[in-house]
Nanobody
Framework: QVHVVESGGGSVQVGDSLRLSCTAS????????MGWFRQTPGKEREFVAR????????QYADSVKGRFTISRDSAKNSVFLQMNTLKPEDTAVYYC?????????????????WGQGTQVTVSS
C-alpha cells in the first residue's frame, strides 16, 4: 500500500510563490511516476504537472507552464511543486498522486494513490 501526504498549502497574494510538498511511503514508490492535480468546487480534477519515476520527464498544463516547476527527491520519497507568480485562478485544492507506471499521465484516473489534498488560496 502507498500512502501519499501533501503539505505546504496556504493563503497568499497575487504574484506570490508557494512550494507544495508531497511524501509517498510504500514499497517501490521510487519507481512510480508522480503527479499534481487541482480541483475547485463543482469542477473536475484538473491536471497540473507530472514527473517520471527518475525525474527525467516532466509535463505541465498550459495554464501553469513557465510558472510552476515539479521536481522530486527520491532519497526522501518526496515530490515538490514550486508555484511562482500565483494568480487567483490557481486557487484550488491541490492533490498529489502516485502512478505505478514510470512516466505518468495527464489523466487522473490512471493514478492509483492519492493524498488528501492541500488548499491553496490566491487573493488579489
Amino acid at each position: 500500500q502507498v500512502h501519499v501526504v501533501e503539505s505546504g498549502g496556504g493563503s497568499v497574494q497575487v504574484g506570490d510563490s508557494l512550494r507544495l510538498s508531497c511524501t509517498a511511503s510504500g514499497r517501490w514508490v521510487n519507481s512510480y511516476a508522480m503527479g499534481w492535480f487541482r480541483q475547485t468546487p463543482g469542477k473536475e480534477r484538473e491536471f497540473v504537472a507530472r514527473i517520471s519515476w527518475n525525474g527525467d520527464s516532466t509535463q505541465y498544463a498550459d495554464s501553469v507552464k513557465g510558472r510552476f516547476t515539479i521536481s522530486r527527491d527520491s532519497a526522501k520519497n518526496s515530490v515538490f511543486l514550486q508555484m511562482n507568480t500565483l494568480k487567483p485562478e490557481d486557487t484550488a485544492v491541490y492533490y498529489c498522486a502516485a502512478d505505478r507506471e514510470v512516466f505518468g499521465s495527464r489523466r487522473a484516473y490512471e493514478y492509483q494513490y492519492w493524498g488528501q489534498g492541500t488548499q491553496v488560496t490566491v487573493s488579489s
